[in-house]
């Protein structure tokens, strides 16, 4: 079985600034996905990134990229210039890769604020 | 293209009571996953539908049952409810494309079990 685990319960940082929440997970698998999603209060869950683990590239999608270390099962996520609209709750969280397997598994999540 | 849509938005019923929950995924996609997520927790996997039989389930007892029908909409059912099953259920949709998966949510249902 897999598991997600996020450390930081809260964070906050002032507007424009950089933040990095952290993710680790526990897996005896060598192929799979590892995400990161946005639930604001509005409670629907957003994709923010997506990384596959057999690339060694870490994923970048305008101000969010990660730091995926695949041998310490490390995945954070950075947000560059944050914006008054990231304030949300946000999950890291796995699924094994292959056809029948799109079962995501959650971290407890981090709620970050963004003070203006 | 609408996206996940979920009915009804909040719920409330009293212990005991059963429960239908309703799911239309984003157009064109034809996996269908339930979540549930307790209040300030990560969602946690209740099962999956795929041509309209369960193909994967998470550790939820038999009073959580589901249903897909051709339309690729689903249903999720809850009988006999328990106060620990107020929570925010999560339908999420998606589809494989080009060894692709990415789940789309919508914004939940909110069941509170009196």
């Known amino acids: 079985a897999q598991t997600v685990t996020q450390s930081q319960p809260e964070m906050s940082v002032q507007e424009a600034e950089t933040v990095t929440l952290s993710c680790t997970y526990d897996?005896?698998?060598?192929?799979?996905?590892l995400f990161w999603y946005k639930q604001p209060p509005s409670r629907q869950m957003i994709l923010v990134i997506r990384q596959e683990a057999y690339k060694q590239q870490n994923a970048t999608e305008n101000r969010f990229s990660v730091n995926f270390q695949k041998a310490a099962k490390s995945f954070s996520l950075k947000i560059s210039d944050s914006q008054l609209g990231d304030t949300a709750m946000y999950f890291c969280?796995?699924?094994?890769?292959?056809?029948?397997?799109?079962?995501?598994?959650f971290g407890t999540g981090t709620r970050l604020t963004i003070i203006p | 293209d609408a996206g996940v849509t979920q009915s009804p938005t909040h719920l409330i019923k009293t212990r005991g009571q059963q429960v239908t929950l309703r799911c239309s995924p984003k157009?064109?996609?034809?996996?269908v996953s339930w979540y549930q997520q307790a209040l300030g927790q990560g969602p946690q996997f209740i099962f999956q539908y795929y041509e309209e039989e369960e193909r994967q389930r998470g550790n939820f007892p038999d009073r959580f049952s589901g249903h897909q029908f051709p339309n690729y909409s689903s249903e999720l059912n809850v009988n006999a409810l328990l106060l620990g099953d107020s929570a925010l259920y999560l339908c999420a949709s998606s589809l494989w494309v080009l060894a692709k998966n990415i789940q789309y949510f919508g914004a939940g249902t909110r069941l509170s079990v009196l």
């Open positions: 969280a796995f699924m094994k890769r292959g056809v029948g397997n799109e079962k995501l598994t």
């Open positions: 157009s064109g996609h034809d996996t």
């Open positions: 897996t005896s698998e060598n192929n799979y996905y």
